[in-house]
């Protein structure tokens, strides 16, 4: 499998910006996902990066730099919906998907 | 409405009595997939198919096989389950064809092996 290393929890406040990185090694890198999974619920799709730079979705940002094998999930105006464990995972060649441990996000009042 | 669906949601079962948990989509995908989630390690991938009767080795294949002889379904079996197969499995099938190739998940099943 892939090396992918996420901070295990952050906390932020209701309306602020938190950032999720995301560190990853692997020999066949063909596009890096971010996933959302609410306790008890299947993850569901957040963001796609396969070439370098941003991709921005309404509050929810994801940057990718190969070179350095580094992502970042930025989520901006946090609501207390947001709280929720973040995925990141790396996909190598065509078919094998690897995930990270997630990073749970507390979001508070 | 499109879906992926497993069945049970829940199990437990004893150690060694065979078992099958299915995996069904109604998208036309043609790759699924089964991943295992932990606390702590996050979701690992047991088998991937990439189309009709052909299956590949994720990074945790021990104990458990899977078939896929037609598109919309993915059982996976655990022929003699053991207590550190106790798990929240993921089913999760995507196009295979774009770029993004999202991925859409069922809803688990929890499985406990005593």
């Known amino acids: 499998g892939q090396n992918i290393d996420q901070p295990t929890e952050m906390t932020a406040t209701e309306g602020a910006i938190v950032q999720i990185n995301c560190t990853y090694q692997?020999?066949?890198?063909?596009?890096l996902f971010w996933y959302q999974q609410h306790a008890g619920e299947a993850p569901t799709f957040l963001s796609y990066?396969?070439?370098?730079g941003l991709e921005e979705k309404g509050r929810f940002s994801s940057f990718l730099s190969r070179s350095k094998g580094y992502s970042y999930l930025l989520l901006k105006e946090l609501q207390m919906k947001d709280s929720a464990s973040y995925l990141c995972a790396v996909r190598d060649g065509d078919y094998k998907l690897s995930f990270g441990a997630g990073t749970t996000v507390t979001v508070r009042a | 409405e499109a879906q992926v669906t497993q069945n049970p949601r829940y199990l437990i079962t004893v150690t060694g009595k065979k078992l099958t948990v299915t995996c069904s989509q109604n998208m036309n995908h043609e790759y699924m997939s089964w991943y295992r989630q932990d606390p702590g390690l996050g979701l690992r991938q047991i088998y991937y198919?990439?189309?009709?009767?052909?299956?590949d080795k994720g990074d945790v294949p021990e104990g458990y096989k899977v078939s896929r002889k037609e598109k919309r379904n993915f059982p996976l079996i655990l022929e003699s389950p053991s207590p550190n197969q106790t798990s929240l499995y993921f089913c999760?099938?995507?196009?295979?064809?774009?770029?993004?190739?999202?991925?859409?998940f069922g809803p688990g099943t929890r499985l406990t092996v005593l």
């Open positions: 198919s990439m189309n009709v009767e052909v299956t």
């Open positions: 692997t020999s066949g890198f063909n596009g």
């Open positions: 999760a099938s995507s196009d295979g064809t774009s770029g993004t190739d999202t991925q859409y």
């Open positions: 990066n396969v070439l370098d």
